[in-house]
């Protein structure tokens, strides 16, 4: 993975992080927002730094230089260095970087007072096509150096990605299911068009702030200018999709498959 240099900068670290009070977990799937949900709670100064920290590729260079064993004991340390001084320690994860520490289950036992928020995107569709890109050139977040700049339109790539979103997200509603966790949904869409709402959301649900309050927060993050190819793939893909009935049948089968290995 091309990782994201920035989460790793000592200026993120808090001196003398107090315990931590209460945790806000961004449940994911790729492409839907939550580094620009993360990069807006940072801002606050008052929903920890929500980074993938259990991406296994960040994980392990966060082992490496904090010299630590395991995902529990790296996370605890990032508690003991991430936690903003009003006791919030924040964190964002897709659903298969919780593998990383032993499942979903074990990563809420390692987290006190955890408020979940499950951020999805309305458009799968233009989801799995960015997901296609980012997977090719390597570049998930704006100001990443591309791995490779060969990038092709791939028909069979997307409906991986769509296959691939459409599980995490069954993984996730099922896991909340199981703990009896409601979560806070967010939609990427509507995040986007509001993001201070968004964030307000976040910080009175998990009892941050008020009910009566807000914050103001503006865009930490930059788009990414994919928007233009994406439009042309999303066109060639639902355009190849009419043409060929059979697609969505093996779509579904495909899936149907890796749930079926995933819980068997």
């Known amino acids: 993975m091309n990782l994201y240099r920035s989460q790793f900068a000592e200026a993120l670290d808090i001196d003398g992080a107090p315990a931590v009070e209460r945790t806000v977990l961004i449940a994911s799937t790729p492409r839907c927002g939550s580094h620009m949900i993360g990069h807006a709670m940072t801002a606050t100064g008052l929903l920890g730094r929500p ?15 904090l010299g630590t064993s395991g995902a529990a004991d790296s996370l605890a340390a990032l508690i003991a ?9 924040a964190l964002k994860a897709h659903h ?3 593998a990383t520490i032993g499942g979903p289950e074990r990563l809420l036992a390692a987290l006190p007072n955890v408020y979940v928020v ?15 890109i980012a997977r090719q050139t390597g570049v998930w977040i704006a100001g990443q150096e591309p791995v490779s700049e060969n990038v092709e339109y791939d028909r069979d790539e997307i409906a991986t990605c769509l296959d691939d979103i459409a599980i995490q997200n069954a993984r996730w509603s099922s896991f909340f299911a199981r703990a009896g966790i409601r979560p806070l949904t967010l ?3 509507e995040v986007a068009a509001d993001l201070p709402g968004a964030i307000t959301q976040i910080a009175q649900y998990s009892g941050v702030i008020g009910p009566d309050e807000t914050l103001q927060v503006a865009a930490a993050t930059e ?3 994919t928007s233009g190819r994406a439009d042309e793939w ?23 498959r890796r749930l079926q290995r995933i819980t068997s």
């Open 51 to 65: 980074f993938e920290y259990l991406n296994p590729a960040n994980l392990a260079e966060w082992r490496r230089r």
């Open 81 to 89: 260095r991430r936690t903003t001084p009003n006791g919030v320690f």
């Open 96 to 98: 298969d970087h919780c």
């Open 118 to 132: 499950h951020l999805r995107r309305a458009d799968v569709l233009r989801q799995a096509v960015s997901y296609a």
């Open 187 to 189: 939609i990427y869409e």
């Open 223 to 225: 788009r990414q200018g």
């Open 234 to 256: 999303i066109e060639r893909y639902a355009e190849e999709r009419r043409g060929d009935p059979s697609l969505g049948q093996r779509i579904a089968g495909s899936a149907r």
